[in-house]
């Protein structure tokens, strides 16, 4: 493995099924978010998870000596399974040689000196104490990281190249390896659970060409609306994060490929663009870029449906005893963002029997 394998968009290099991660490590820069992926991805997998600084540190902000730091990883070390969080360049090789797996938050600087801010005030669960201000020296440690640190990173992972690697260049990245593995967990229980056509896609039609090119953003399994569309004659093409998804979806005769839509790029514009019940899974600081993606794919007057939610906000939640991530925008803030669009229809809430209570269905014309 080499350089040219840090790219953004995780799942060109991957595999995404992870069915043999038993022994994982979280590795990256302070303030890349290692302790929440961690967190997240134990909700998925429900492999005991621990956090190194608390192996190391006491809640007086002392540390325990080195001989006790080691024995404690030791005992984890020959544990059956485990996920273990954070760097500690020193034992990193040792547990590089126990794992299967291994997830690096590569990220920017600037990203993760914000990461650490943003945490200042806060209870974690991955030390054991709360952070009140700034620490000049450690926000020195996270700027001289990429020089000093991630080349030692970059020169285990190439040793150790048989291990599965995962490189995730920004949050995005990180986020869509989770949700792409919960539904992926969950493709089964989605494909019975699915409903017949929702109405405001039926409706949506009247403004689509006949003919015309849609683009089905987060598609699924291809079904119901993919599937609604070909049947009506439409030239689709979908897009999700999910392999397993997009496997299914392959069943039909439209365009179906695994892809974050935020990563996303075509030659093509589309007629209609449909984002039902995707967006919110993109990341908090990535939901103002949607709006912009989506104009440059419309030809001129064409169509988006999109629902989402109204206030701004990030949180979790579960669908089929599998945990995913959620994001938006308040409503003022959506507004601000669609204002190159015509907002043709706004329903908040929408409510019909086929599609259920949504916070907000838009239909906008570029």
């Not at 291994?102 to 952070?131: A, Q």
């Not at 997009?246 to 075509?266: H, P, Q, T």
């Not at 669009?341 to 269905?361: A, K, M, N, S």
Request: with cysteine; proline share 3%; net charge negative.
């Amino acid at each position: 493995m080499d350089e040219k394998h840090t790219i953004s968009v995780f799942f060109v290099i991957i595999k995404l099924e992870g069915d043999d991660m038993q022994k994982v490590l979280i590795i990256g820069c302070p303030g890349s978010g290692k302790s929440t992926f961690a967190r997240k991805l134990h909700e998925q997998i429900d492999i005991p998870l621990y956090h190194l600084d608390n192996l190391f540190w006491n809640a007086d902000k002392t540390t325990v000596s080195n001989e006790v730091f080691r024995n404690r990883l030791d005992t984890i070390l020959q544990q059956p399974s485990w996920i273990i969080d954070g760097n500690y360049a020193s034992t990193m090789e040792w547990r590089i040689q126990h794992c299967d797996t291994i997830f690096f938050l590569d990220y920017p600087t600037e990203v993760c000196i914000e990461g650490v801010r943003s945490r200042k005030g806060k209870k974690r669960s991955d030390i054991p104490w709360i952070e009140e201000e700034d620490d000049e020296e450690f926000l020195q440690f996270i700027k001289d990281f990429s020089e000093k640190r991630r080349p030692q990173i970059i020169e285990l992972l190439q040793k150790y190249s048989h291990k599965d690697i995962y490189i995730f260049k920004s949050r995005s990245d990180a986020n869509c390896y989770l949700c792409s593995k919960a539904y992926n967990l969950i493709y089964v229980d989605w494909a019975n659970y699915r409903k017949p056509i929702n109405t405001c896609v039926q409706n949506f039609c009247r403004y689509i060409p006949k003919g015309g090119r849609v683009l089905d953003v987060g598609c699924g399994n291809g079904y119901p609306i993919s599937k609604y569309l070909i049947d009506n004659g439409y030239q689709v093409t979908g897009i999700d994060i999910s392999e397993k998804m997009i496997s299914e979806a392959k069943r039909l005769s439209g365009e179906f490929s695994v892809c974050d839509f935020m990563e996303y790029a075509s030659d093509t514009k589309f007629d209609a663009i449909i984002a039902f019940d995707s967006l919110w899974h993109i990341p908090l600081e990535l939901q103002k870029e949607i709006y912009n993606k989506m104009y440059s794919l419309l030809v001129d007057g064409g169509y988006c449906l999109f629902t989402h939610g109204i206030h701004h906000s990030e949180v979790s939640g579960k669908m089929f005893d599998q945990t995913f991530y959620y994001s938006s925008l308040d409503i003022d803030e959506v507004k601000s963002c669609i204002s190159d669009f015509t907002i043709i229809e706004e329903f908040h809430p929408y409510v019909e029997e086929t599609t259920g209570d949504r916070e907000l269905l838009m239909i906008i014309k570029k």
